[in-house]
């Protein structure tokens, strides 16, 4: 097994080039030059957008939060994309051009259970509506159940996986709820395709259950894309009420996460060789 875990561990290879603006970074943000937070991000039914470029630059350097609305990965303003190239690329309009930088005027999407956890957790996210009403943590929390179904499962397994140090995305370009990185996707590719299941009273609820079909083509993704499986049970306590948005916010404390692999690989040990 340590042969195996270690072998795991020596074969992450980082990526070529990291960009020098994006190589220094922090587990978590942190006040820049003396700069009082909250952050503030509008939710907009489904995403939640961060537009100040101050901010952008304290999310992804500190935590590696959010994802470009118009990049693979970090927004302009964290890259110094020119217009021209990204222009060229993706066919944007004259018209979100900025006349005094050249560049594209991009916001930071973050996606739910990353913005609660600013919220909730750090406390450093002020989140508004799209008519600048400022929004709760407990309406936030019933609003984001209401958009995505397993919120709660997602947010508790997000909870733990930000306790083991990984940088953690939206895995649904692979299918996944996450993928999860090694310091960041600057530096490496992701390590691991995160499938949540939640469990109450010890079964697998019927809207989270994975069948053999789904595992076989949930592994050729992972294969063929150079990532692991990973799957995390959720494990509601016996006397939850799934109905009741402010119970659940209670007690996601004594919500327990277990892991399941589908290889003998120690995920913990290849994080911790970066």
Request: with cysteine; aromatic share 10%; glycine share 6%.
């Given at each position: 097994m340590a042969a195996k875990c270690n072998l795991f561990a020596f074969?992450?290879?980082?990526?070529?080039?990291?960009?020098?603006?994006?190589?220094q970074t922090l587990p978590?943000?942190?006040p820049v030059d003396g700069e009082p937070l909250p952050i503030e991000a509008i939710f907009t039914g489904y995403t939640i957008d961060v537009v100040n470029p101050v901010d952008i630059r304290l999310l992804c350097l500190n935590g590696g939060f959010g994802l470009g609305m118009l990049s693979r990965a970090f927004p302009v303003?964290?890259?110094?994309?020119?217009?021209?190239?990204?222009?060229?690329?993706?066919?944007?309009?004259?018209?979100?051009?900025d006349p005094s930088a050249g560049m594209i005027e991009e916001p930071l999407c973050l996606f739910l259970e990353e913005a609660?956890?600013?919220?909730?957790?750090?406390?450093?996210?002020?989140?508004?509506?799209?008519?600048?009403?400022?929004?709760?943590?407990?309406?936030?929390?019933?609003?984001?159940?209401?958009?995505?179904?397993?919120?709660?499962?997602?947010?508790?397994?997000?909870?733990?996986?930000?306790?083991?140090?990984?940088?953690?995305?939206?895995?649904?370009?692979?299918?996944?709820?996450?993928?999860?990185?090694?310091?960041?996707?600057?530096?490496?590719?992701?390590?691991?395709?995160?499938?949540?299941?939640?469990?109450?009273?010890?079964?697998?609820?019927?809207?989270?259950?994975?069948?053999?079909?789904?595992?076989?083509?949930?592994?050729?993704?992972?294969?063929t894309t150079g990532k692991d499986l990973l799957f995390l049970e959720v494990h509601y306590p016996s006397a939850l009420d799934l109905s009741d948005d402010a119970a659940c916010l209670e007690r996601v404390k004594d919500v327990h996460v277990a892991e399941t692999f589908t290889k003998h690989h120690n995920y913990l040990a290849a994080r911790n060789h970066a």
């Amino acid at each position: 097994m340590a042969a195996k875990c270690n072998l795991f561990a020596f074969s992450l290879k980082p990526k070529k080039k990291t960009p020098p603006e994006l190589s220094q970074t922090l587990p978590l943000p942190v006040p820049v030059d003396g700069e009082p937070l909250p952050i503030e991000a509008i939710f907009t039914g489904y995403t939640i957008d961060v537009v100040n470029p101050v901010d952008i630059r304290l999310l992804c350097l500190n935590g590696g939060f959010g994802l470009g609305m118009l990049s693979r990965a970090f927004p302009v303003c964290m890259t110094n994309a020119r217009d021209a190239t990204r222009k060229r690329k993706r066919h944007l309009p004259a018209s979100t051009q900025d006349p005094s930088a050249g560049m594209i005027e991009e916001p930071l999407c973050l996606f739910l259970e990353e913005a609660f956890f600013l919220m909730h957790v750090l406390n450093i996210l002020c989140l508004k509506d799209t008519r600048g009403n400022t929004i709760s943590v407990a309406q936030a929390f019933a609003k984001f159940r209401t958009v995505k179904r397993n919120f709660l499962a997602c947010f508790c397994a997000y909870l733990y996986l930000k306790s083991k140090n990984w940088i953690i995305k939206s895995g649904i370009k692979f299918g996944g709820d996450f993928v999860i990185y090694v310091k960041g996707p600057q530096f490496y590719h992701a390590s691991y395709i995160v499938l949540i299941q939640e469990v109450f009273d010890g079964a697998d609820m019927q809207s989270s259950a994975i069948d053999g079909l789904d595992f076989q083509g949930f592994n050729r993704i992972a294969e063929t894309t150079g990532k692991d499986l990973l799957f995390l049970e959720v494990h509601y306590p016996s006397a939850l009420d799934l109905s009741d948005d402010a119970a659940c916010l209670e007690r996601v404390k004594d919500v327990h996460v277990a892991e399941t692999f589908t290889k003998h690989h120690n995920y913990l040990a290849a994080r911790n060789h970066a």
